[in-house]
């Protein structure tokens, strides 16, 4: 369990740059017009939402994991699992676990 804040902060920026990405490809497959250059790179990146999916559900363990050591409530565990699924948010969150881990629980953060 010495990895686990390690291992959650590469999940996060993962997640997180997949989510964004994602997005990204969504936007550009359903609101431009079809056959243009952006059309088509939206289409071609779909795949990037299975990729997220699979890794998010990692993600989710992790988090889950992390929040038990930390000793977190349910609303702050929820926080961690609803950042990845809202585009940016995990950026975010993923900042504010490390300023709080570094304060309340030192011994989670040592490498």
Same mark, same amino acid.
């Given at each position: 369990?010495?990895?686990?804040?390690?291992? /959650?902060?590469?999940?996060?920026?993962?997640?997180? =740059?997949?989510?964004? =990405?994602? +997005?990204?490809?969504?936007?550009?497959?359903? %609101? !431009?017009? @079809?056959?243009?250059?952006?059309?088509? %790179?939206? @289409? @071609?990146?779909?795949?990037?939402?299975?990729?997220?999916? *699979?890794? /998010?559900?990692? /993600?989710?363990?992790? +988090?889950?994991? !992390?929040?038990?050591?930390?000793? *977190?409530?349910?609303?702050?565990?929820? !926080? %961690?699992?609803?950042?990845?699924? =809202?585009?940016?948010?995990?950026? *975010?969150?993923?900042?504010?676990?490390?300023?709080? !881990?570094?304060?309340?629980?030192?011994?989670?953060?040592?490498?």
């Amino acid at each position: 369990m010495t990895r686990l804040f390690p291992t /959650y902060r590469v999940l996060a920026l993962v997640v997180g =740059v997949l989510l964004v =990405v994602g +997005a990204l490809s969504s936007v550009a497959k359903y %609101l !431009l017009e @079809d056959g243009t250059a952006l059309q088509q %790179l939206g @289409d @071609d990146l779909t795949p990037i939402w299975i990729i997220h999916g *699979w890794i /998010y559900m990692v /993600y989710v363990v992790v +988090a889950f994991l !992390l929040s038990q050591k930390a000793r *977190w409530s349910m609303p702050q565990l929820l !926080l %961690l699992l609803v950042a990845g699924l =809202v585009p940016g948010l995990i950026f *975010w969150v993923e900042r504010r676990v490390v300023e709080r !881990l570094r304060a309340d629980h030192p011994e989670l953060v040592r490498t």
